[in-house]
């Protein structure tokens, strides 16, 4: 065969549902969790500057910011990893369901791993008994642990549902920094509301982020303004809401690759074993 034949055929068995999905998985986790940790570095600072004056009151929410920081490169690990267990899954169940479509019937690897999850003849042909070729048996002992994408259903789905909390917090984070930015905007054009310029602030207590009784708490009219002007404030709006779209893009790969991976399962369920419709 040809140098582009042979790269034609090999394409034939590539998952593209779960290329996508990886690389979005890949960009929305290193999106999260790279402006995640950075916004919450500037939450810190700005905290500190403006919000209060004794440590005491904001010791837990430090503490608590930490303590996110190192979930987020848990995460990251996490995620990078099992995002590249999940792709190589696609790449061998892929090839096994094309084998049953007669289309990766010419690949030795996608015998072999056809062979291992359809419950398909291993090492024997129409002569007897004959000897595996090395990568149909290096495949046929990779399909024991890939090849069974139920089993990684139930657990994308796991992460799944676990992501959606994940998700919902960190919308949080950008409705309060939405809510202080409005207030900024109404500050800065008094003639489009009727409230005084000094009655308008920016309270981190009512949001639970410090307790009542931190001083001040809160930052009222031109102060605020001026606050809401200084790139620390603009820069950690921003990157919360990247953060935000970096869930978002993880939690849309999560369920491609849910409904790849039940697809795969379905074709191997019903078709690999002779099951009729």
């Not at 919000?51 to 996110?68: M, R, T």
């Not at 030795?108 to 008994?129: E, F, M």
């Not at 905007?185 to 008094?190: D, F, K, L, V, Y």
């Not at 982020?209 to 930052?219: E, I, M, S, Y």
């Amino acid at each position: 065969l040809g140098l582009l034949e042979c790269c034609a055929r090999c394409l034939i068995g590539a998952p593209f549902a779960s290329l996508v999905a990886t690389g979005l998985c890949f960009f929305g986790v290193a999106l999260f969790c790279g402006c995640g940790h950075e916004a919450l570095t500037g939450t810190e600072q700005l905290i500190e500057t403006y919000f209060s004056k004794n440590y005491q009151d904001y010791e837990y929410l430090i503490d608590v910011i930490h303590a996110f920081q190192y979930f987020i490169y848990g995460t990251a690990s996490f995620f990078f990893l099992y995002g590249a267990l999940l792709l190589s899954e696609g790449f061998y169940t892929t090839g096994a369901v094309r084998q049953i479509f007669g289309d990766y019937k010419t690949t030795i690897c996608g015998r072999g791993l056809s062979a291992t999850v359809t419950g398909g003849p291993k090492g024997r042909g129409a002569r007897g008994p004959q000897r595996a070729h090395s990568l149909q048996r290096v495949c046929h002992c990779l399909g024991k642990w890939l090849g069974h994408p139920d089993k990684f259903v139930g657990i994308t789905y796991v992460l799944t549902i676990i992501w959606l909390l994940v998700f919902a917090c960190s919308a949080v984070p950008v409705y309060i920094y939405f809510n202080t930015w409005t207030t900024c905007q109404s500050i800065a054009n008094p003639s489009k509301t009727s409230a005084s310029i000094g009655t308008l602030c920016a309270d981190a207590r009512m949001y639970g982020v410090l307790p009542w009784n931190a001083f001040p708490g809160k930052v009222c009219g031109s102060n605020l303004l001026s606050i809401c002007k200084t790139s620390e404030f603009q820069m950690t709006f921003h990157l919360f809401i990247a953060a935000f779209v970096g869930a978002a893009a993880t939690l849309v790969s999560l369920l491609t690759f849910i409904i790849a991976a039940t697809y795969n399962f379905a074709v191997l369920k019903l078709m690999g074993r002779g099951t009729k419709f």
